[in-house]
């Protein structure tokens, strides 16, 4: 693998390419950078997916600054400790 086989692809189809190799495979929550989400193409591209699988949606800040493609690790755990309370 080199590594870019997924580069400019949609977080929809990062989780197809998953999908196509489980195709039974569930997905309770996709948890996206509010960046990602703005592009409501995109947005409404992954909910119906992950509407598929059986799960949701969750948007929040998590980048470490604006428009970087890293995370924040406190902004990540803060968004974890939501989803698993």
Do not use: T, W
Request: with cysteine; charged share 20%; hydrophobic share 40%.
């Amino acid at each position: 693998m080199k590594g870019d086989e997924l580069a400019g692809s949609s977080p929809a189809n990062h989780l197809q390419v998953m999908r196509n190799f489980a195709p039974k495979l569930a997905c309770d929550i996709a948890l996206v950078d509010s960046s990602i989400a703005s592009q409501s193409d995109v947005l409404s591209e992954l909910e119906q997916l992950v509407s598929a699988m059986g799960g949701r949606v969750i948007v929040a800040d998590l980048a470490s600054h604006q428009g970087s493609n890293h995370h924040d690790p406190e902004k990540l755990f803060s968004a974890f400790s939501h989803i698993f309370q």
